[in-house]
């Protein structure tokens, strides 16, 4: 097995309220520094107090967090990988709200310190798979969203999950472009099931530190068994509905991104093939040499059960 089950987390382990909020407090103030122009695009980190999750990948050797923080499809911020890290710093995350609506008895506009504080900062290890064909092994630190949804008391209607990023196209340049690769504002969503997974994850940081802006910051989601284009970044609207959600790529190319987006080496993407992949790091670069995909990336102990009797090569 390359990933252990869960087991319960000692109260001692949770990350102390204060001492997140100290954390948050010092980044606000970085933030004032950045908008000032003061530290140019550098982005940020603060470190987090973690604990380590059972729900993790083992065996598998991290990519480097200068590869994790530097290649990175974020089209808000330019459409070369390079772009999320060279454009991201000026965006400003603190204060932060998130609007939680739709089908839930407490809806409401939420400080993001109010989204984390009740959650232990759980360390996972989870392997990501990109639909361009590349990959990575990245430590990323959140919480379940499940334990996220539950305090929002999703109602017995609610079918799918519906999630938002910020527009700000004075701060994101790719949205102020004359030639946009996407509509705007991106949005992505779940099954209910899905987001209820133990595996979905609210991600706050990666490598023990807050998120750098290019990787989603303040809060992202991270879905292991799917397609990167599914982990969507610096959320500020989640929806609950009873319709399956319209999502950005789906919107833009349906043939080519589907609503599920499950790595499945099986079906090809319409322009190359899904049945291997090149891991971002390895020695050889661009010529190293590729790898099997694996079905649901390898998590298929814990998903393949949400699929059960469906074609997943007409529900790609």
Known sequence: MLIRKPSDIRSSEI????????????????AGLIAAGALGGLSLAAPLQTVKSDLTTTGETLTSKDDVTSYNNFYE??????????????????????????????????AFEDIVKPHAIEERVYRMRCVEGWSMVIPWNGFPLADLLKRFEPLSSAKYVAFETLVRPAEMPGQDSSWPVLEWPYVEGLRLDEAMNPLTLMAIGLYGETLPNQNGAPLRLVVPWKYGFKGIKSIVRITLTDTQPPTSWNKQAANEYGFYANVNPQVDHPRWS??????????????????????FNGYGDFVASLYSGMDLAQNY
């Open 274 to 295: 899904q049945a291997t992949e090149r891991r971002i790091g390895e020695s050889g670069g661009f010529s190293a040499p590729r790898r099997d995909t694996l079905m």
């Open 15 to 30: 990350t102390p309220l204060r001492a997140y909020l100290s954390r948050r407090a010092i980044m606000r103030g970085s």
């Open 77 to 110: 911020f330019g459409v070369d990988k390079s772009d999320p890290a060279e454009n991201a710093g000026p965006l400003t995350t603190s204060p932060w709200t998130v609007k939680v609506d739709g089908m839930v008895a407490k809806p409401g506009d939420y």
